[in-house]
């Protein structure tokens, strides 16, 4: 049982009632959070200080344009903020920064970190075909069912970790029938409570585990088999990644958007993997051919040893391939397996050290011998 | 010359204890495998999993890793890094459905000369069974 905080308004006016609040009474100097830039649902991150720019503010709308824990490494990454900031942020946003913190990519220190119980987010592309307005209208209405939303991002659909488990608040979304009249705000350390003294609405004691999230669970884990199950249709072996990834261009677009790459420069981008025209020549005489751009699929392998390990699922990655390659459906796949190897979830705990940068001596040890 | 099929190895030896055990089965005069190349590294943390795949991908038909016995690291623990390493490997290749038996880590002395000569020909054979390496069919990838 924990403490709720109860707005009685519905949940997207209840959220940005308390972040007026928090900016109102300085417990707090900025808000992190999403903004409306456009009538079409373009929306982007933004950091608000003044309490009349939060009228823009949509801390809930399904999209991601960037997971925000990169952008959050990216403000803490030389030196903790020194003063207090609220950031809302998702689930997968949270886990991938806690997993950069880990790779001393930055810093929790002074943030209040807001999330929610997440219903998924619609791909980018809905947005530039026309399709987001029709979406978004049954989008609270699935969150409220605990259904899993249609056309939302595959990876969504088959995220089972959508209750956070860092945030000093979590917004209950998921299968609360009461949305539009009641704002339900669980309140899980003691930073949240003290920041919500003299919030406005009611403090009352709740589970945040319900009959409904556990059905969502549910479901999701079935879709997570069904989209394994038909990835896997495709076949194995090289022959099935080359066809996979026949289409790649070689943009790296997915190493940008992910929020677990935060090298400067990608070992794949450096001189280390340049193809020089010697390169080329000696295989040419041993091959008889190329690809061009060569090296996709030991990009793509090569990622995979880097981060998989580290995967949170969020689904930047196959929103932003410019040729439609389910890679988050893989990366999850290969991450799922390799996190359950080291028993280990990306983002759970922040003393947890990252499996690949650590060990233990009486481990594996019929290995070698 | 038989026309008989030698796989093609590449070896990552650790500096202070498998190269010198390779050395000391040659100087023996123990029998090794043809098949193996060997990559002197100065250890075997040193192995990144990369320079395995990018082998792979290549066209070798197997990849050997091999390094001090656990406790015995010239680094101290570089060798339980590069146990975890192949074992994140290994996993990796067996869901992506690459042949994971063509990777292998063994511990192997300075003073076990014999002991790499048995693992690599052992190796050795097995690859032979598994025949060439089907990422050579795949020629632009």
Redesign the interface.
Known sequence: MSNVLKIKKGVEQGVNELLKFLLESEKVKGIFTLRKMNENGAVSYSLITHPKELKNAVPLFPLMPVNAGKILSGFTLKKAINEPIAAVLRSCELRAFIELIKRTQGSLENFLLISSTCGGVYPLKSLTDGTFKEQVSQYWESAKNAEIASDIRPTCAACEYFIPQQADMTIAIVGKNDLQQECSIFLNTKKGEEFTIGAPGNIVSEEIDTKETTKLREKRQDQKKKLFDEFEKN????????KTFAACLSCHGCSKACPICYCTLC?FDSKTHEYLPSSHEIELE??????IP?????FH??R??HM??SCVNCGMCSDVCPVNIPVSTIFS??GD??QK?FDYLPGKDIEEPV??G????E???E??? | MNDEYTPKIIGFLCNWCAYTGADLAGVSRIQITPSLRIIRVMCSGRIDPLFVLKGLLKGADGVMMMGCHPGDCHYQKGNYSARRRYVLLQKLFEDLGFESERIGLWWVSASEGPRYAQVSSEFSEEIKKLGPNPVREEIFI
Do not use: C, H
């Open positions: 076949g194995f072996g090289i022959k099935a990644l080359v070992d041993q091959k008889g051919g190329i690809r060569p090296g996709t699929i030991f392998i090569g995979m040893i998989a390990v796949k290969v397996s390799l190897l499996p690949s650590t060990y233990k001596e481990e594996f040890t290995i070698g011998e």
